[in-house]
């Protein structure tokens, strides 16, 4: 039975998961929810996600939310059945490492890129406010402080934990590409290193240009 | 060698780390910090955690920070090996729903009570801040919000993935600051029958109540840290 995910690929909690399927050579199908205000129905709440987010798996009858537990999950079952790509180390302590450095993308790199994302794509377009350009200069003001962080933790590795695994993944933001801040990667030679090796991997690579296509193609969600 | 653990006992991330060693039977060691300030030098970052924050784990050589990638961590290699407690189970869809109510605790529980918290405990005493009338509304707002869903998700069930597990344990600091702690707002907990019998039964575990306690002496004893 075909994994199916319900989510809409703009949305960066959603990619994160289709990349960990395509990744792990999972056939899945994706179903957009019918809209922003159908994840408020009673039904969708019922049955869905008790807290109105995307995305939502389904693995037969099995239902999971939440795309990181989901991508976890994911690698549990599936890691090593359809190819080899390693996605979590089998070794306890580089397991522990990943885990950790997920950690640092939802703790510390998420909060002000979702700030970014929001103020520069979402607060007109789904809210009708104006960006406020003091809550971008803020956010951008943290970020350089994370990637400050995230440039010795790269320095001398090609991905966080060494070898590419879930935690890369769980940091492809497609901010890069269509948002007007990409020098705070680019003035920093690890974290951009780090960034074009990440992009030009082939189901990653694809992923960020089908979503800034839909940006660029479209004015409305 | 004996398990180092970095951070406060009273810091909510350090306890629930202290919960998860007591609960899988494991001895340790807590070092606390020379001070919070002392998490913004350099060899703290360089060293211990490089975003400048608590609990951070030795076992042996090897070092882990984040609290729940931690207590991961530690369920992974010692679950088993020195009792019985079940903390993750084997069965990937089971382990697969704790993961999730792990992940709902940290984006849907803690942002609310830690502004609660913030407020009513925090703020006065680390920042010299009156507290905020407007976001303690909003907090209880938000919090009533997310506990009508717990009650919801507890219906018919014990514990949130049916048996105890991590996903229970790691609600435990914040609910403790909130409802046993700054105490004004257990109304919320106390009018919800499922969410008060699941606090109810996961507090009066020995491990969980002593730990809790210990947290609750040092809040009552000290003005200043």
Same mark, same amino acid.
């Given at each position: 039975m075909t994994i199916k995910l319900i989510g809409k690929s703009l949305s960066s909690p959603t990619v994160r998961v289709i990349i960990c399927l395509k990744e792990l050579g999972l056939p899945y199908e994706l179903e957009s929810p019918a809209s922003l205000q159908?994840?408020?129905?009673?039904?969708?709440? %019922? +049955?869905?996600? &008790? $807290?109105?987010?995307? &995305?939502?798996? $389904?693995? @037969?009858? /099995?239902?999971?939310t939440e795309s990181r537990p989901i991508c976890r999950y994911l690698v549990s079952k599936y890691q090593d059945k359809h190819? =080899?790509?390693?996605?979590?180390? +089998?070794? *306890?302590?580089? %397991?522990?490492? *990943?885990?950790?450095?997920?950690?640092?993308?939802?703790?510390? !790199?998420?909060? &002000?890129?979702?700030?970014?994302?929001?103020?520069e794509k979402f607060s007109k377009r789904l809210f009708n406010k104006d960006p406020d350009p003091e809550v971008i200069k803020q956010a951008?003001?943290?970020? %350089?402080?994370?990637? =400050? *962080?995230?440039?010795?933790?790269?320095?001398?590795?090609? !991905?966080? +934990? @060494?070898?590419?695994s879930l935690a890369d993944i769980v940091h492809t933001y497609y901010v890069y590409g269509i948002v007007t801040?990409?020098?705070l990667w680019d003035n920093r030679p690890n974290v951009k290193n780090w960034w074009n090796r990440l992009c030009?991997? =082939?189901?990653?690579?694809?992923?960020?240009?089908?979503?800034?296509? /839909?940006?660029?193609?479209?004015? +409305?969600?």
């Open positions: 159908s994840l408020k129905d009673e039904d969708y709440i %019922a +049955n869905k996600h &008790p $807290f109105r987010k995307i &995305p939502v798996l $389904f693995d @037969g009858d /099995f239902r999971i190819n =080899d790509t390693i996605l979590i180390p +089998n070794d *306890v302590h580089k %397991a522990g490492l *990943v885990d950790q450095f997920i950690s640092y993308e939802l703790s510390y !790199y998420d909060p &002000p890129i979702s700030k970014l994302i929001h103020q951008r003001e943290e970020f %350089a402080k994370v990637l =400050d *962080v995230y440039e010795k933790l790269l320095e001398r590795k090609e !991905y966080l +934990n @060494g070898e590419y801040h990409s020098d030009n991997r =082939d189901v990653i690579k694809k992923s960020l240009e089908e979503t800034k296509s /839909f940006w660029e193609n479209n004015e +409305n969600i």
